[in-house]
């Protein structure tokens, strides 16, 4: 039985690959640390809490001692790094939880997997730590770091510190670069669920600047799908780019969401631009694919639907956790244990 310690699996792309794992691999043990942060939410793992594979635990990627005790007493072969500081906007207005997190949470527990001896370090990284692109071409994982945002600046450091701790002292190691994710349980901040939640209120739909900026999107399901493909099959030091071929600008994709939803374009409202806002991201995806063999399972137009009817079958969900009301529910939980 394979044990790993996955942090930030309370948050969207954590707790869907839990949830996959969970339900998918039943010779894996997860132990998910997460410190339940605004964007963390035990709602997300519904039906997965008690499972018989998987031990919640509330907890700072920034606390060693906890760290070298969890992976002591569960037995850890490997930890796959999700918890992170994830919102551009955020940081921009309060960049120093970034730094704290995503820079010292990641010294952390790589200083654990180099103490421990783990089998392997995966960082779940981002393609916004390549900078922007113009109307033409693609990332690549050799284009060079050149982070814009806060946030982004804070997981090419993370990176970096990776790939040093590779080079220094030998952990085994990957990083991914995923392009942006949509889908279940996806924190309503986030461009996608903001739309549908504001479309569903009848409230106008912020888009920033002229809307033509450019994401290329990756359905949840896949990114983790690709996840589990570098745990079991790539080589260490390797960095895969992962990506689905699916890019469109904003304004397409709120088009889109107005369209299942039928509400009207009306809706939308042009606001001020986000400070430094990346035009256009494209990832190409080939390493990944053929050297692993991974490929996305949904294309865009199918994957939006379903997102979008996720949201409208899941309003309690949502209701929870724009009223604040999700964060209550650890301590419902955990109050008499
Ligand atoms: P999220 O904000 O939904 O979840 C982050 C989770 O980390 C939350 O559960 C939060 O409670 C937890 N967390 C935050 N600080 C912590 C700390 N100090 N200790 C322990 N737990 C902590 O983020 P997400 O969208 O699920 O992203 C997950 C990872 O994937 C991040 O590393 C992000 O950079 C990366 N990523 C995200 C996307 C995307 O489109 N969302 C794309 C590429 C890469
Ligand atoms: O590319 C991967 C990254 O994708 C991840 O590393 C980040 O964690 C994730 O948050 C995401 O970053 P973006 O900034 O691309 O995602 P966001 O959903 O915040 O914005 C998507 C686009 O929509 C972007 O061009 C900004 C725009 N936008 C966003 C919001 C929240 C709006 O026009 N209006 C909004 O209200």
Redesign the pocket.
């Given at each position: 039985m394979k044990k790993i310690l996955v942090t930030g699996g309370a948050g969207f792309i954590g707790s869907n690959f839990v949830r996959m794992v969970l339900t998918e691999q039943p010779d894996c043990f997860i132990v998910n640390l997460d410190k339940l942060t605004y964007a963390g939410n035990l709602e997300n793992l519904t039906g997965f809490l008690e499972h018989k594979n998987h031990k919640f635990i509330k907890g700072d990627i920034c606390d060693g001692e906890l760290i070298a005790k969890i992976i002591d007493e569960y037995k850890i072969d490997a930890i796959i790094n999700f918890a992170?500081e994830?919102?551009?906007?955020r940081s921009i207005s309060e960049p120093k939880i970034f730094i704290d997190t995503n820079i010292a949470g990641t010294l952390t527990l790589l200083e654990a997997a180099r103490d421990k001896k783990l089998e392997r370090f995966i960082q779940i990284?981002?393609?916004?730590v390549y900078g922007e692109l113009g109307p033409d071409g693609m990332f690549t994982e050799q284009t060079p770091l050149s982070p814009n945002?806060p946030?982004?600046a804070s997981?090419a450091s993370a990176d970096h510190l990776v790939r040093a701790f590779g080079h220094t002292w030998g952990i085994k190691y990957n990083i991914t670069r995923?392009?942006?994710?949509y889908g279940e349980y996806q924190f309503p901040?986030?461009?996608?669920p903001?739309?549908i939640n504001n479309a569903l209120n009848d409230k106008d739909?912020?888009?920033?600047?002229d809307?033509l900026?450019?994401?290329?999107w990756l359905y949840v399901y896949d990114h983790c799908t690709a996840i589990w493909q570098v745990f079991e099959k790539a080589p260490s030091g390797e960095i895969y780019n992962i990506g689905g071929c699916n890019e469109k600008t904003?304004l397409e994709?709120?088009g889109l969401i107005l369209n299942r939803l039928k509400k009207p374009q009306s809706l939308i409202k042009f606001?001020k631009d986000?400070l430094g806002?990346?035009r256009r991201?494209a990832i190409d995806a080939t390493k990944i694919m053929n050297e692993l063999g991974w490929k996305p399972s949904v294309i865009f137009e199918e994957g939006i639907v379903k997102t979008i009817d996720w949201y409208l079958q899941n309003q309690e969900w949502l209701q929870n956790v724009v009223s604040g009301d999700y964060q209550k529910y650890y301590e419902s939980m955990y109050e008499n244990r």
């Open positions: 992170a994830s919102h551009v906007d990284s981002t393609d916004e945002s946030y982004s997981k995923c392009s942006n994710n901040e986030k461009m996608i903001l739309m739909l912020p888009v920033y600047g809307g900026n450019v994401r290329d904003n994709v709120i606001v986000r806002h990346d991201y």
